[in-house]
């Protein structure tokens, strides 16, 4: 079969593709240990919580309703105002529900806004997409029409006690160029959980707004929802800020909802694109987002619940890793955010990808760390030196993979020497 252009770089084999095939594969194969892709944790309260309301929903007609019925490409009018009120409300925002566009998922988002604010323009400039802290998200390195689309930023590293460190945005080497299309940033960031400060944010803000191009905050796992943040952070939002968000980590990631949050000028350009590429975004989702914003729920339930099952998870998954994984064999990046640990093996003698392939013949899945580095041109060690795992699975699940893990890095040091 002969493919276009567009078929021979969206049919191949990504990270994100593996990724999602591990995922599936481990979430159905009995026995795997499942500490690689996204999937958030099963939290008792919050599947009671959705079982009830879908059960009321049900009851009431408006599941039904949402099923029978097509929304706008923009997304659930009601969802709109509904969240527009909200964040106006309690974050002081001047939005209103013209500056608010839902995707069938935060992925689409991305891969709708990279295309249209990086590639090829009319001006003969192609622009790029500046990822000021490396390392990103791996979802993002697959996602543009063209090749060579993006350009990343080192970070600084700041060893910590207790054997963790600390990425920074390093803005002594951060280059803004004339062909930079968008700065963008992930905000906690996947895959380490790291969350760049008040003060880092504005700088980033003021720099795109200096270079008239948006900053673009990929907010899947931060506040004011689902809340899974564990340091200071305020939520940040003006009109040359594109926010995406998510109903993913609340607990709902087979919804498909994502949430771009931006200028008028940038939500009718993304209801365009839905309209044309899949009609309308999903409405189970944003159906269920409004009843719990109706119900003064979704930020409530984020603080209360979601948010402190996840710190209490990582301390216990620390601890866990502590007894098997000695400092000297094991930094670990600070947990002030998300899904994930990211684990740096400084002085191991093979790379994270054969210590993935090791692993997964052992029946355990993480994400080796090269992945997860795109628009690092040189060959950069420490992109190979590092491991995402995801924490969100039950602790004694977690410490049979560790122990594995454990025994794979010892006998990786054993036959180096």
């Not at 049919?11 to 999602?20: D, F, T, V």
């Not at 692993?359 to 899945?365: A, D, E, P, S």
């Amino acid at each position: 079969m002969i493919f276009s252009k567009f078929g021979n770089k969206f049919a191949k084999h990504s990270g994100i593709s593996l990724l999602m095939k591990d995922l599936n594969e481990g979430l159905r194969t009995p026995g795997a240990i499942m500490l690689g892709g996204g999937n958030p944790a099963h939290i008792p309260e919050m599947d009671n919580y959705f079982q009830s309301l879908l059960t009321e929903m049900n009851q009431n007609g408006l599941l039904t309703d949402t099923l029978c019925n097509y929304d706008g490409p923009q997304g659930k009018d009601t969802m709109l105002q509904a969240l527009a009120e909200t964040l106006k409300a309690q974050l002081g925002w001047d939005i209103s529900a013209k500056n608010i566009a839902l995707s069938n998922g935060s992925q689409s988002a991305f891969f709708y806004l990279f295309n249209l604010l990086a590639g090829h323009f009319d001006d003969g400039i192609k622009r790029k997409v500046l990822f000021p802290l490396a390392p990103e998200y791996v979802g993002y390195a697959d996602a543009g029409l063209d090749d060579d689309l993006f350009v990343a930023n080192k970070p600084q590293i700041e060893l910590l006690p207790d054997g963790q460190f600390k990425y920074h945005v390093d803005f002594n080497t951060l280059q803004v160029t004339d062909d930079i299309g968008v700065i963008c940033v992930s905000r906690p960031t996947n895959p380490t959980g790291n969350v760049i400060t008040d003060e880092e944010v504005h700088h980033l803000d003021k720099l795109a707004k200096q270079h008239n191009i948006p900053l673009l905050i990929d907010n899947a796992y931060g506040i004011p929802f689902p809340g899974i943040i564990f340091t200071e952070a305020t939520p940040f939002w003006n009109e040359n800020v594109i926010l995406c968000m998510s109903l993913s980590k609340l607990g709902l990631p087979g919804t498909r909802c994502g949430i771009i949050i931006a200028n008028e000028e940038i939500i009718e350009a993304v209801s365009n694109m839905n309209g044309i590429i899949s009609l309308a975004p999903g409405g189970v989702g944003p159906a269920l987002a409004l009843e719990m914003l109706r119900r003064n729920d979704l930020m409530s339930l984020s603080k209360d619940v979601i948010g402190p099952f996840y710190k209490q998870r990582v301390e216990q998954v620390i601890d866990i890793i502590r007894r098997y994984l000695p400092e000297d064999k094991c930094l670990i990046h600070k947990p002030e955010g998300a899904i994930f640990l990211w684990l740096w093996f400084k002085d191991l003698p093979i790379s994270s990808a054969e210590l993935y392939r090791r692993l997964k013949q052992r029946g355990v899945l993480m994400v080796p760390g090269h992945f997860f580095f795109p628009g690092i041109e040189q060959d950069w060690p420490h992109a190979h030196q590092c491991m995402r795992m995801n924490y969100a699975p039950e602790p004694e699940i977690i410490e049979k993979g560790i122990v594995i893990l454990a025994e794979e890095i010892e006998l990786a040091f054993k036959k180096a020497n």
